[in-house]
């Protein structure tokens, strides 16, 4: 899931999970008593995305469900875990739920992972695999919480509030999730990394 794109000739998979974000986002909206304008103004997408995305016509990428996701004050993984999560403390590697809707061996794209079992509790952890030209710049993100992150293998490079810290293999961060920050991978080789959130809230 790349860009925002009809999806009317989508498999019935892809249409009915589709769908399903759309309505989840349309539901919480109106919970919180928010108009599709308000929700625009606040994220930032134009209202016609906004729109085609409840109704399941679009096929928004990761960082257009992240923008929502802000919008809503909501984790990003609430728009495609079920109300019925596993009980089981274990995440086992093939069972990973995929937060960016995309395969494990797609080529140029990044990788979102979810590490906990569910998001009933206080922490969110991912594992992010971000190819080479990965960059998050344009939306950066800001929210409550805090960060901690650490780089298995690869280069990554974090900017807080612009200022850039570049973390290689072994090396991690912990940030104010308040303090604006960005990701880029501006290396040759591809960055694995555990990110944790706590609590869970984009």
Request: net charge negative.
């Given at each position: 899931?790349?860009?925002?794109?009809?999806?009317?000739s989508?498999?019935?998979?892809?249409?009915a999970?589709?769908?399903?974000?759309?309505n989840k986002?349309?539901?919480?909206?109106?919970d919180?008593?928010?108009?599709?304008?308000?929700?625009?103004?606040?994220?930032?997408l134009s209202p016609a995305?906004?729109?085609?995305?409840?109704?399941?016509l679009a096929n928004?990428?990761?960082?257009?469900?992240?923008?929502?996701?802000?919008?809503?004050?909501?984790?990003v993984?609430?728009?495609?875990?079920g109300?019925?999560e596993?009980?089981?403390?274990v995440?086992?590697?093939?069972?990973?739920?995929?937060?960016?809707?995309?395969t494990?061996?797609?080529?140029?794209?990044?990788?979102y992972?979810?590490?906990?079992?569910?998001l009933?509790g206080a922490?969110?952890?991912?594992?992010?695999?971000s190819p080479?030209?990965?960059?998050?710049?344009?939306?950066?993100?800001?929210?409550?919480?805090?960060?901690?992150?650490?780089i298995?293998?690869?280069?990554?490079?974090?900017?807080?509030?612009?200022?850039?810290?570049t973390?290689?293999?072994?090396?991690?961060i912990?940030f104010?999730?308040?303090?604006?920050?960005w990701?880029?991978?501006?290396?040759?080789?591809?960055?694995?990394?555990i990110?944790?959130?706590?609590?869970h809230?984009?």
């Open positions: 899931m790349t860009n925002e794109s009809i999806t009317a989508s498999p019935a998979g892809t249409s999970l589709l769908a399903t974000v759309g986002v349309r539901t919480m909206r109106k919180k008593g928010m108009t599709l304008s308000r929700l625009s103004e606040i994220t930032g995305i906004v729109s085609q995305i409840e109704r399941g928004p990428s990761f960082t257009t469900l992240a923008q929502l996701a802000h919008g809503l004050d909501i984790p993984g609430k728009f495609f875990l109300q019925e596993t009980r089981s403390p995440v086992r590697k093939s069972e990973r739920r995929n937060l960016k809707g995309v494990k061996k797609s080529v140029g794209e990044a990788v992972e979810l590490l906990t079992p569910d009933n922490l969110e952890a991912q594992w992010i695999v080479p030209g990965h960059d998050t710049s344009a939306t950066p993100f800001r929210h409550s919480g805090e960060e901690f992150g650490i298995l293998s690869g280069k990554k490079d974090v900017y807080l509030d612009g200022e850039c810290y973390l290689e293999a072994g090396d991690s912990t104010s999730s308040d303090t604006p920050h990701y880029k991978n501006s290396y040759e080789e591809v960055c694995v990394a990110w944790v959130n706590a609590p809230v984009w």
